[in-house]
């Protein structure tokens, strides 16, 4: 059996059918989905970071206008949700593509600048000059789109999406490439590799995936402000969940976001300020004492982890 | 209109160049981003607040202190943090992480120490310790001091004084860089680490140095923050770390010269925008950071260029 075979059977298919289950036997509704959306942003993080190496430090700005084009299409063409929901992808793919030029900039560079792009994002979708068009900072309210199972089924089935697409990334010649450029690019272009089209395609994937989460998230929340959409913590809690397991590799962002955001949860959000302490301790722990993720303490056996 | 937008940008460019200077240091020297810069300023303003309402004195005494403070502070995370850093893979990357979760870790203390409401400090303290001395020296009665005219035009005393303090603070970090031993070695780690490595310079300790110089630096221009922008409150670290980052790479890595240009340029253009569009003002810092990234990576002064 192709090794491509088995990570389909053995781990995507019983991720998704346990969270397509979930929700007949688990009350909270609301936790499902987040892990769902976690899930989802944190292999889009996996496959430029992991894949490329690129930090994407404001991987938010395509969440947030994912989440912005699914509210204007359902705003100003009263389209169906699933329409809009395709909509949010390409917006994200949109913004990736304006941003495209942002991959001639390395390292720390790379990472601030996305940074700022989502920022400016941000206050151009919150500018009160563009009020007629993206309501500003008053935020945006979907009564007619309000349905909180099928965004929950649209949510699983992107997932299970982008899980196959990182099926695919880990078991194909493109997927190695991209490794091989991002360990080494110069070698690899002499390899042969199409070192600037593989970037901009892991780019553009990895863009079209937070737009859709953003997108499926406005059709489940469906009041919203541009403050919540567009908040660093997302960025942050999907490079966090899939650091902490482990990047580029399959298992590594689920056992992430599971262990993380199960954490999270189980702390409560009744004194955040002493949640975020804990949180930046754990996040400098982790850089300084396993920065290769928790997959690293079975690598490091030479025990081989997908 | 014109005259005042331009000489409050090169007064709170001056201010501005203060507050990137910092982080300049330590990216230019360590190769780290240090994502908890903003936090620094952050604390710098608290101890100015500690200053004011434990000793009731001109939060002017808060910038020696500040330094001391945090230039031990400094030296003392450096040895935590960074050597560990530097053994692993990536560490310009997991640098960014890193000071992510200290900025965290800061914020949080802060909170719950002191809640999250916004702090402000009356701007006619700042400099009560001139007009005492004028008195002391001259006679005359002692009063708030009024605004300073610059060419027939009024600006708040803070605005000015705070300027004078960045550009004292950028001369004597010129001084340090280019007139003493320690910053002649700063440079050489500067432009290639490892080959100062192999030349037996200490790069530990010089790093250390810079690093507690940088958030000393960015300390100091906290203390003139809450006059600068108003108010501040723990969640001030974020907007002001980007904000740096803008000036730091408007102007070029590793030059104090091309962030205080770079400070300069920032703070006109903001001040232009704040008078004639207000309400594009918040989107400036970042289309221009991305803007110069993107055309001349290396900075207004630099040469180095970094592309992948």
Known sequence: MPSSLKHLLFMVVPLVVIFAVLPGVYQNHLLLFNFVIFLILAQGVNIIYGFTGYL???YVG?????????AIMVMQYQTPAVLAVIVAGLVGVALGLLLTPLLRLSGAYFAIANLAASLAVLHFVANPALESVTRGPYGVALSGTFDPNMAYAAAVVVMALTLVFVVFLKNSRFGLALQAVREDSVSASMAGVDVVRMRVIAW??????????G???AWYVSVFYPDNVFSGDFSIFAIVFALFGGVATITGPIIGVIML???YNLIGFTAPQYFQLIYGLLIMG???FLPAGLVSLATRRGWHVP | MLIYALVAGVLFGLYFSLVGIGLNLVFGVMRIVNLAHGDFLMLGAFVAFGIVTLAGIDPLFAVPLAFVVFLLVGVLLYWVLVPRLQGSVNPEMLSIILFFGLSQ?????TTIFSGTSERSIQSRLLGTVFSTIKVKLFGGKPGPAGPVHIFGQGFPAPWVIAAGTSLLAIALVYVYLYRTRMGTLTRAVMSRRDEA?????????ISAAAFGIGLGLAAVAGVFAPFMFGSVTPAFGADATVTSFAIVVLGSLGNPLGTALGGVVYGVCYMMVQTYLSSWADLLPYVLLIFILLLRPSGLLGRRVRVA
Do not use: H, N
């Open chain 2, 105 to 109: 870790v800061i914020e949080a203390i």
């Open chain 1, 56 to 58: 994407p430090f404001g």
């Open chain 1, 261 to 263: 955001y199960g954490i």
């Open chain 2, 197 to 205: 490595l192999a030349t037996g310079i200490d790069v530990d300790r």
């Open chain 1, 204 to 213: 553009l994937a990895s863009a079209l995936v937070a737009g859709l989460a």
């Open chain 1, 215 to 217: 997108g499926v998230y």
């Open chain 1, 62 to 70: 395509f969440f947030g206008a994912g989440a912005y084009g699914f």
């Open chain 1, 286 to 288: 982790l850089v300084l």
